[in-house]
């Protein structure tokens, strides 16, 4: 789980990168809903393009210089080994991920 927050952080920080001083904003938030663990991380950066958008996951896939692509698929099957799910919704405003787990 450390990694997948890290991974959506770490993401979420490029996608930051050129915003103004005092214009990035960046929200992780967990909370306890319906019987499962919700995770919450959502930017103000760049966003992903819709056309992009269902490709996120695959392993190589990235729309970075530095990126490997291995991140967003490492989220996912982490989530998914944990019996969790995730969603994204993105726009030229921004990107939220959501991730919900069972609770232990």
């Not at 490492?74 to 990107?95: A, P």
């Amino acid at each position: 789980i450390e990694r997948v927050v890290t991974n959506l952080l770490v993401n979420s920080i490029h996608a930051l990168d050129g915003r103004e001083p005092g214009q990035a904003h960046l929200v992780a938030a967990v909370a306890i809903q319906n019987e499962r663990a919700r995770l919450h991380v959502e930017d103000n950066g760049c966003g992903i393009a819709v056309e992009v958008l269902d490709r996120i996951f695959d392993p190589f896939f990235t729309t970075k210089d530095r990126g490997t692509g291995f991140g967003l698929s490492v989220v996912l099957r982490i989530v998914k080994t944990y019996g969790g799910r995730i969603t994204v919704e993105s726009n030229s405003q921004g990107t939220s991920f959501q991730i919900w787990l069972p609770l232990a």
